[in-house]
């Protein structure tokens, strides 16, 4: 199959799900209307300066992050596939008086295209987003051609360890049950109903297509493009519940956003992680 199948199977799920996820509790959009920061605990000590930056959110879905960095004073361009997400984005952004965003749909990998060569002071990307990219040499060199000299790569993941392991255990054992690597030939296919705000929501379209990336290749594919690596961060909570038999993290979370560990030695696995490179 080829890579234009996988996107367009993705995009349609995503397109369904644009009006469940604007509405769950999981993403919490009055939180955010009244002034809640949807940012992760560890991205305001780790973000660069915003203040009069010019910032690019890539896969930003409906952009309550983008809106987000906008309100610590970025002007942001969010772009993203699904037309349906960018016009929910567009008007949460008008119900929060956020004005100056702008919401571009493309395909990441016609990045280029879509934003006419234009660069910017910071690149941002966040959790759920490259393990819907085949290709993340191709996905590198979009995001070199889009930081400005100077500027800066921020970028937050789920952990790709984490996605190992059998996710449908009720017990502490962790199995790995899933492969570490998967090419851009080879992506794992789910076919899933409902979402993972809500899993027993009546979806159409359930079929979706991801790709684990290690963090080497990650890295490895930003030094290729000449980005400069300032720092790689490891994280043993999560912010939604991976496996079943994980608890919330009280010291943590907060109404809208929870963050979750393993119970008896959370340590055991990282979670998510956070990396940050330049543009010399």
């Given at each position: 199959m080829t890579w234009e199948h996988y996107r367009?199977?993705?995009r349609a799920l995503w397109?369904?799900?644009?009006?469940?996820?604007?509405?769950s509790d999981f993403y919490g959009v009055e939180q955010f209307l009244a002034g809640q920061s949807k940012l992760r605990f560890f991205e305001h000590d780790e973000?660069?300066?915003?203040?009069?930056?010019?910032?690019?959110?890539?896969?930003c879905h409906f952009g309550l992050d983008t809106l987000s960095l906008a309100r610590l004073g970025a002007t942001v361009t969010g772009l993203d596939f699904s037309q349906p997400a960018l016009d929910a984005a567009a008007d949460i952004a008008r119900r929060a008086g956020i004005e100056g965003t702008r919401w571009l749909q493309s395909d990441v990998y016609a990045a280029r295209e879509?934003?006419?060569?234009?660069r910017f002071d910071i690149v941002y990307t966040g959790g759920g987003a490259i393990n819907w990219l085949g290709d993340i040499e191709r996905w590198a060199s979009i995001v070199a051609d889009s930081v400005a000299p100077g500027g800066t790569l921020y970028l937050w993941e789920f952990h790709p360890v984490a996605d190992i392991?059998?996710?449908?255990?009720?017990?502490?054992?962790?199995?790995?049950?899933?492969?570490?690597?998967?090419?851009?030939?080879?992506?794992h296919r789910w076919d899933t109903p409902g979402t993972y705000t809500e899993g027993d929501a009546v979806t159409q379209h359930t079929v979706s297509y991801e790709w684990n990336h290690p963090i080497g290749s990650v890295v490895s594919a930003l030094i290729a493009v000449g980005l400069r690596l300032e720092f790689l961060h490891e994280f043993p909570v999560n912010a939604f519940k991976r496996f079943p038999n994980m608890v919330l993290d009280e010291t943590l979370s907060?109404?809208?956003?929870?963050?979750?560990?393993l119970p008896e030695a959370p340590e055991r696995v990282p979670m998510m992680y956070s990396l940050r490179a330049v543009r010399d």
């Open positions: 367009d199977t993705n397109d369904e799900r644009v009006a469940i996820h604007v509405g973000l660069p300066p915003l203040t009069d930056k010019r910032l690019l959110h890539l896969q879509a934003l006419g060569g234009e392991f059998d996710d449908e255990r009720d017990d502490v054992q962790l199995v790995a049950r899933y492969p570490y690597f998967t090419p851009p030939s080879a992506p907060e109404p809208g956003r929870p963050y979750y560990v």
